[in-house]
């Protein structure tokens, strides 16, 4: 595995000659870890079915779950779908390049092991220049889950890729950390009403403010109905994670007492600090979008720490914060 960084004063190549090596691999059906707004993509080919199968391989994903082909524009995304519906055309057209995957049919050029077996796709356009630039070198539509061992938390820098996919990944483009953070709202489109899988930031209320109606349904294959056995958690830091809400910060402090008095190790995070020094604690930003930025680093902190249990502040119960209460909750927070 090799790391490349891309940009900045300490870039280590010619971007040039780093895309170039990029798109080779992708060409030869080899993993190429890049960034995008949201989190870092685990990329192949992807109509190229044993390279996305070593995507599945890779992250020990099952393979029942459908994987996002990401593109360059609108056409190439429409090239892929057999039924362009005006539900997609209008969020397209809003929200691409951006932090949203459209659901749409697919067409048979598109291998049935990129959306396990079903007969959509799910399409994004992202908006970072690193992955709009490899994919326009390579000149292919790009299979990418995020670049994380299936059900641990997602990457959002180069170094989170490295520690948790190491040689099962052949290149790492590392552009920094990610400005999003956390992962694109998923939107069945394929109806008169877009339909939203996958809270992301942007929010089932934009998506409604333009098309009129929108409706949640929690039905992407990582939410589907869990079967005993199968794995539970997704978005999963090693550490528990328990929500209280901020008029129970009294409780959250006893909590936190009592867990040290049984040697546990205690990480909180909070929108205010709660006082304790024996806690590894983050105050984490009011604004949704600086939360959602660091979330996942902090989650990835918080494990490196050797956290057993992390006390969450509960965002406020707005539009704006959906998303990062579901990734809470897919955390496996519990009240
Ligand atoms: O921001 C993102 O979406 C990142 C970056 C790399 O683009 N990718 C990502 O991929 O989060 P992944 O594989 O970790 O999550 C993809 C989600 C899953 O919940 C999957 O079930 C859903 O999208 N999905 C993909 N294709 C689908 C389809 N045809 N129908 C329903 N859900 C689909
Ligand atoms: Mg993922």
Not at 88 to 101: N, Q, Y
Not at 285 to 306: F, I, K, M, Q, V
């Amino acid at each position: 595995m090799r790391v490349v960084r891309i940009g900045g004063a300490d870039a280590d190549t010619d971007p040039r000659e780093a895309f170039e090596e990029a798109a080779e691999l992708l060409r030869a059906g080899r993993l190429v870890a890049f960034p995008t707004e949201t989190v870092y993509g685990l990329g192949a080919h992807a109509l190229d079915e044993r390279a996305v199968q070593r995507i599945y391989e890779a992250k020990g994903r099952p393979s029942i779950n459908p994987i996002i082909v990401h593109v360059a524009d609108r056409d190439a995304a429409r090239a892929l779908s057999a039924d362009w519906t005006p539900t997609a055309d209008v969020l397209a057209r809003t929200f691409w390049p951006g932090p949203i995957t459209l659901v749409v049919r697919k067409r048979d050029v598109v291998p049935d092991i990129v959306t396990a077996g079903r007969d959509t796709v799910g399409l994004r356009v992202p908006s970072h220049p690193v992955a709009l630039a490899l994919i326009q070198r390579a000149g292919l539509p790009i299979a990418a889950p995020s670049a994380n061992l299936s059900t641990q938390v997602s990457p959002t820098t180069a170094e989170h890729v490295v520690r948790g996919l190491g040689d099962r990944v052949d290149l790492v483009l590392d552009g920094g950390p990610t400005t999003v953070g956390i992962e694109s709202t998923v939107v069945d489109a394929t109806g008169a009403v877009a339909r939203v899988l996958r809270p992301g930031m942007i929010s089932l209320e934009d998506i409604a403010a333009l098309t009129g109606a929108a409706e949640a349904a929690a039905d992407d294959a990582d939410a589907a109905p869990r079967s005993p056995g199968l794995v539970g958690r997704h978005y999963a830091p090693r550490a528990r994670l328990q929500l209280f809400p901020p008029e129970r910060r009294w409780s959250a402090v006893s909590t936190a007492r009592d867990e040290r008095a049984q040697e546990r190790r205690v990480g909180a995070m909070v929108f205010s600090t709660l006082g304790l020094d024996f806690v590894t604690e983050h105050v984490m930003p009011s604004d949704p979008g600086a939360y959602a930025r660091s979330l996942y680093a902090t989650l990835h902190a918080l494990d490196e720490a050797g956290c057993d249990l992390v006390l969450v502040e509960r965002p406020p119960s707005r539009p704006e914060w959906t998303a990062i209460i579901d990734r809470l909750e897919r955390g496996g927070a519990t009240p």
